[in-house]
Structure formats: structure tokens, C-alpha cells
């Protein structure tokens, strides 16, 4: 087959937003996809997804769109059933699928010689291997995979020398295993919370325990999902300051004090990290079904001994650790890796590699509301570079010359103690359409 000069790697949500700007551009392009439809995560049948069978999406329609709109039927916040659909209407109406190659793993990734790259493909179906050379390679494969799930080391070991079943919150499908078991989860993010809710309803004990006390906020304010009326606010230009006001009263209006709820005290403000959606957890906690402990001090047999202001222990059966996941790409060596991995470095708009003029990436940023309109600005950005590469500008030199300076602020006033992938929705666009104007002029 003739090589595509540009290969779009992942057919998730990032993935086809960036084929539906090559194809509205006119860039020919080759999307590579592991399984044999589109959707990423959202396809539950994926050995690679996380999802389970319950799962619904944490930000509202309102939010959560790449091109139009979920159709107005659809619950505010929808299924991964739903959201699968979505994508592949998406990608139907956008007649991506003819461009994509299904049941195609890749397994090694490498820059050659004049700004080239080498990829190694894998044939799913008939274990064949085949090489492809590419000019330009744009990489959306996403974080929220099984391959990059985190586990602490030493904890896990203490587990398996205590005969206790443990998992990774990525590979949980349905409470039915956990009835009548005392179980523990490790984590206090939205799929702890999420889990441990559902488990809590069959589970003989739930235990959620945590190293840090997170802000939980209700999934609905005055009748309108949170995220909507946050971007209310937002398009009316509300100064952060009487947002800030506005949601902390919310807060404790729907919710409470996370020391009121026994959660004990949170070392940040409200919006200095991404908050806790409550999806009936509270009610939970309060139903005494889900019981909060401190981080885990050390483990006997099948006891767990929790450190804080009065040391407590607990017997258990299962543990579950919902403790994220790393930023990785495992096809891709190291040395290309630096930039995702290491804060100090520059990442221009966590889209443009420092030193490779050919590597793209759409970085799933955290945001508090749906972040899939954003993978269309990231693929938009991505475009303007393109065209502007086929006829250059002072601007287009100038920003290649200028890869390696410090990044500039997209956090605004929010996610002050959180890594530089928390980002401020609505900056972030602004900068990227910033961006977009200046590299064509």
C-alpha cells in the first residue's frame, strides 16, 4: 500500500477529532485502532477499557460533544452505551471509518532520518507484523487504559504475601463478586467513590481509604447538571472571585464541609484540585454502607491496619486499587517521553513535541466539565500547524524556534496543586484559538 504521510494513532473521542479536522482540511490520513470499532474507552468490550457496566460519564451532555450536540432524548448524563454510540454516529456522519485500520496494534514507534517515523504494526487477527513510514504522527491513545494503570508496588506485595484478591479499579466490572465480602478501596477519586457506592449496596463492609481528603460536589445544582452551570457562569463572565464565593455556598449547601462529613480536613481550596462528583456516595457514608479511613500504615494476614489521629484495623477480603493511572505511551521509547512526564520540561499547549517537529499529541486533560471539546481545539491547533507548514510565515519559524521555552499559564486561577494536565477549560481554548490565528500570520 502507498504510506500515508500522516497516521493518527487511537480511534477514541481524541483520535477521531483529530481525523474529522484532517478530513474537513483535506489532509490525508491513516487512523490505526486496536479493536474493530471506534469509541476508546467507551467500548466496554475492549480488553484495554476500564469501564464497567454501570458506568455513565461524569460531565453532562452539555459538555461532553465533539462536533453536535447528544440528542436531547439522551439523560444528562449517559451510559457508556450511550456515549459508544455517540462516537460512532461521530464518526459515521464524518465518514472517518473508511480510513481507519481496525484490529491493528501498534508496537514500536521511532523517529528516522529526514523528520521520518518508523512504525511497527501489529495484524490483531493474524499475529503479522508490517512497517510503515509516516511524516507526521499524531498520537491519541489516552491515559485511561489497563496497560497504564498504577498500583503501588509495595502495597500490592504486602497484598499478595496476605493471600488478599486485588484488583485495579480498571479491571471491575459489577458489584456480584464483592456480595457479602469486606471490601477496600484504595483511592478517593470519582471511580473510588463511584465503585464503592455500587459495591456498598451487596458488600458485607466497604472501606474507602485515602492519603488526602478530597472536596465533594453535587451532581446537580438548582435543576441543571454542576458543569452546565458552571459554564453559565463562565459565559456570563462571573469574576473568579464570586465564583469561587458562589460554589464554595453551594458546596455546603448541598453537600457540607468534608469535616462535617467525617471525611476530616481538605489541605486545599475548592478549586485548587479537580473535585469529587457525588453520585451517592454521601448518602452512602451517611447509611454508614461506606466507612472513610486514613491511608493504609501496614498489613497483617488479612488485617489492615489505617494510620491517623487514632489507629484503627480492619479485616478484609478484597481490595480494590482505584489509584489512577500513568501518563504513558509503551510503543514509545523513553527518550521521545521526557516532555509528558517531567513538569519542568516544555510541552507547548501539551500538544507539540519540544524537539520532534513531527510528533503530536491530544493530552486528555482534567477539566471541570466534559473535556471531548477540547480534542477537537487540540485537533484544530494540530491543523493550523500543518497548513501553515505548507506556507510559511515569520510565525510559523518563530514558534519552531521558541519549542523550548517555558510553557505558558493555562491553569488560570484553577488546580493551583495539581499537575500541569489540570487545566482551565476555557483558557485553554482561548489560548489554542490564539494560537491558530498567530501561526498562519
Sequence with gaps: MTEPPHVVIGAGPAGLAVMKE????????????AEHTVGGLWN??????????????NSSKTTTYLDQKAPASWPSYFTHELALQYLQDYATRNKLLSSIRFRTKVINLKAVEQGLWSITLLDVNTGQQEHLTARKVVLCTGVHNKTNRFVPPG??????????????????????????????????????????????????ST????????????????????????????????????????????QRLYIGHPRKLGLGKARHDLLDRLPLSDRGLIKAIEQKRVCLRGPVQRINNNCIHFAGESETSEQVDKVIFATGYTRDYPFLHRKYKQPLLHEELPFPLLIFHPDHK???????????????????????????YLKAEQSPGDNFYRFNKARHETNPDLKGKLFRCADRYHVDPDLYARSIDRFCAWIRS
Design 44 to 57: 466496554i468490550c475492549s480488553p484495554q477499557s476500564p469501564a464497567y457496566l454501570n458506568l455513565s460519564t
Design 155 to 204: 502495597l500490592l506485595t504486602a497484598l499478595k504475601d496476605s493471600v488478599i484478591d486485588a484488583i485495579h479499579s480498571s479491571q471491575y466490572k459489577d458489584p456480584a463478586q464483592y456480595t457479602d465480602r469486606r471490601v477496600l478501596l484504595l483511592g478517593f477519586g470519582n471511580s473510588a467513590a463511584d465503585i464503592a457506592t455500587e459495591i456498598s449496596a451487596v458488600a458485607k
Design 358 to 384: 513531527n510528533l503530536f499529541f491530544t493530552s486528555e486533560v482534567n477539566v471541570p466539565q466534559g473535556s471531548w471539546p477540547l480534542f477537537t481545539k487540540q485537533a484544530q491547533a494540530i491543523v493550523a
Design 207 to 250: 472501606i474507602l481509604s485515602s492519603r488526602s481528603v478530597p472536596w465533594i460536589i453535587p451532581l446537580w445544582i438548582l435543576g441543571m447538571p454542576a458543569d452546565q452551570f458552571r459554564s453559565y457562569a463562565t459565559l456570563m463572565r462571573v469574576p473568579f472571585c464570586i465564583q469561587n464565593f458562589v460554589f464554595h455556598c453551594l
Design 22 to 33: 484532517f478530513n474537513h482540511s483535506g489532509i490525508p490520513f491513516l487512523g490505526i485502532e
